[in-house]
C-alpha cells in the first residue's frame, strides 16, 4: 500500500511563491513517477507537472513557474511555485504511478492554494 501526503499549502499574494511537499510511504521506490495534478471548483482536475527519476516535464500552464523535483533518499516530492497567480488557486494533489503502469494509481488527499489578487 502506498501513502502520498501533501503539505505546504496556504493563501499567497498574487506573484508570491509557495512550495508544496509530498511525502510517500509504503511499497514506494524512487523508479515511480512522481506527478502533481489540480483542481479547482468547478473544473476537472488536471495535470501540472510529473517527474521520472530526474527529469521533470510539466503543463503550458506551469512551465517557467513551476518547478517539480525530488529527494529519493526521503521519498519526498516538492513543487515550487513562483508568481503565482489568482488562476492557480486549487486543491494540488501528489500523485504516483509505478514504472510499468499508464496510468497514476496513487493518489494523497490534496493540499489548499489559494492565491489573492
Known amino acids: 500500500q502506498v501513502q502520498l501526503v501533501e503539505s505546504g499549502g496556504g493563501l499567497v499574494q498574487a506573484a508570491g511563491s509557495l512550495r508544496l511537499s509530498c511525502a510517500a510511504s509504503g511499497r514506494i521506490f524512487s523508479s515511480y513517477t512522481m506527478g502533481w495534478f489540480r483542481q479547482a471548483p468547478g473544473k476537472e482536475r488536471e495535470f501540472v507537472a510529473g517527474i521520472t527519476w530526474s527529469v521533470g516535464y510539466y503543463a503550458d500552464s506551469a512551465k517557467g513557474r513551476f518547478t517539480i523535483s525530488r529527494d529519493n533518499a526521503k521519498n519526498t516530492v516538492y513543487l515550487q511555485m513562483n508568481s503565482l497567480k489568482p488562476e492557480d488557486t486549487a486543491v494540488y494533489y501528489c500523485?504516483?504511478?509505478?514504472?510499468?503502469?499508464?496510468?497514476?494509481?496513487?493518489w494523497g488527499q490534496g493540499t489548499q492554494v489559494t492565491v489573492s489578487s
Open positions: 500523485t504516483a504511478k509505478t514504472p510499468s503502469g499508464s496510468s497514476w494509481t496513487y
